[in-house]
């Protein structure tokens, strides 16, 4: 099974900006969607954004749109997640998660590995 690994969180002020990866070990990425989820503390995981295998359609959650972005490098098994104009509210663990299939959900249980995350915090 694939292992996931995140990288790049931190302490960010409001308004900064913070670019996450998620390197995949073990076996080159599935021809599968991949996706980045959160969860901040006392509260659901919930969906950040997602990409197809290919690039060709992602889907981001309504908090985040217009400010955050996915990317992925298949030749390095690399996902990325741009997020600009950070605010507080984006503080959380970040994960990347493999998809099931090539359609990006925003269904948690429609990924089948997940990384350990990587913390981000956005200080007022």
């Known amino acids: 099974q694939v292992q996931l690994l995140e990288s790049g969180g931190g302490l960010v002020q409001t308004g900064g900006s913070l670019r996450l990866s998620c390197a995949a070990s073990?076996?080159?990425?599935?021809?599968?969607?991949m996706g980045w989820f959160r969860q901040a503390p006392g509260k659901q995981r919930e969906f950040v954004a997602a990409?197809?295998?290919?690039?060709?359609?992602?889907i981001y959650a309504d908090s985040v749109k217009g400010r955050f972005t996915i990317s992925r490098d298949n030749a390095v098994n690399t996902v990325y997640l741009q997020m600009n104009s950070l605010k507080p509210e984006d503080t959380a663990v970040y994960y990347c998660a493999e998809g099931a299939t090539d359609t990006p959900r925003q269904y948690s249980y429609m990924y089948d590995a997940w990384g350990q995350g990587t913390q981000v915090t956005v200080s007022s």
């Open positions: 073990g076996r080159t990425f599935s021809r599968a969607a």
């Open positions: 990409i197809t295998w290919s690039s060709d359609n992602t």
